[in-house]
């Protein structure tokens, strides 16, 4: 069941490789326009992610300011516009119980890489994001799991690991028919 809140339908990350830079950038990027800041946080190992919603324009003039403070600390970025709805409440959210048919699984070495990856994932197919995790605790890595029919998660995990830069993607897998326990 679709949400009937309204996300806003862009999206926009910077990682940073500078705890102290991050602060200066979350602060210079809602200056510059009118984005909601959906996390500020320091990330193992040693950097620091700025995670912010808007309308596409507004997001991506965050963006490039965002961009222009954390040089040359700025280790990965994304801009998604048109983002699905279901990421913005998947992140860090609590995953919910049930009866599942298939499960996919992506890991990535950046938040960004996986926040692509898992809009690309559920777009592609009839998938519902189950967890989205961003580096807090994983040694600055990122996870997602989606839920669907075997066939789905085969789609969804192949349109994601197909858009996750070079080098990012640390491995993707399938688990049919999951035992209810786990």
Not at 14 to 41: F, H, Y
Not at 96 to 101: A, E, Y
Not at 103 to 109: A, F, Q, S
Request: contains cysteine; glycine residues 8%; negative net charge.
């Amino acid at each position: 069941m679709k949400s009937l809140i309204a996300r806003p339908p862009a999206l926009g990350l910077l990682e940073i490789a500078s705890l102290t830079r991050g602060l200066v950038v979350a602060d210079a990027l809602v200056k510059k326009a009118p984005v909601r800041l959906l996390d500020v946080s320091d990330v193992s190992p040693g950097k620091s992610l700025v995670l912010f919603e808007g309308q596409v324009a507004d997001v991506e003039e965050a963006m490039a300011e965002g961009e222009r403070v954390a040089a040359p600390h700025l280790i990965d970025r994304l801009f998604l516009p048109y983002a699905d709805a279901q990421l913005a409440p998947a992140i860090n959210g609590k995953p919910s119980r049930g009866l599942v048919d298939a499960l996919g699984i992506v890991e990535t070495l950046t938040a960004a890489s996986a926040l692509r990856a898992a809009d690309a994932a559920v777009k592609a197919a009839d998938t519902r994001l189950f967890r989205l995790r961003l580096a807090r605790g994983i040694g600055g890595k990122a996870t997602f799991t989606l839920t669907g029919t075997q066939s789905s998660i085969e789609a969804a995990l192949e349109a994601g690991c197909a858009v996750v830069g070079d080098g990012l993607l640390v491995d993707s897998q399938m688990i049919a028919r999951p035992h209810p326990e786990f």
